[in-house]
């Protein structure tokens, strides 16, 4: 996956957590991983337009509790570590803390969800971004990240891009438990995020 930004580009790397579907490695290269143009330190991201690839490693704990007859719901905070691919291997270029809720249905697996993310900097600029993707268990939930806005450097960021989200949800779909906390942990994938920040 490359980071561009209109000058040098740098990167590549790929870190799997689970198994992804052909779908799910074609739109990531995804998914998504998509949560993260805002992570990547002040050197790749200037002014203007860009484009950057990359992924997180994420977790999380919340709760998990019948939502319908055939639904199981899930409510959190996502909280990881964004990796840019650069020529000279992954760089930790930020975190990322996102509000949760995914659905998964107990019948034929599939699932969505939606998420309010902030995104950090290395450098304490910030980024908001909206999430959405939708999926089947153990497949992946394939979405998009679009961005809201921004503080410091990456004030006025806007643009989007597709994002895979492997997790561990779907695991608990046949719970019926009535609410118990579950700890997840995943990863999010994506390629040819792209973003404008305003000169």
Known sequence: MK????????????????????????SAGFLAAALIIAFMPIQVVHAGDGIVSGYAAWQTQGQMSQSAQDEVTFGGELKGRIYLEMASGPMASGTMRCQISMKINSTDASQHGAGDCTITTNDD??????????GVFM???DGTLTFTKGTARLAGISGSGTITFLNSVGEDRRSTEPAAT?????????SELRYHVPN
């Open 125 to 134: 600029a910030l980024a908001y971004a909206e999430l959405k993707c939708e």
């Open 182 to 190: 579950k700890t997840l942990r995943g990863t999010m994938y994506f």
């Open 139 to 141: 497949r992946g939930c």
């Open 3 to 26: 980071a561009d930004d209109g000058s040098a580009s740098e990167g590549n790397t790929v870190v799997p957590s689970m198994t992804i579907s052909s779908k799910s490695m074609k």
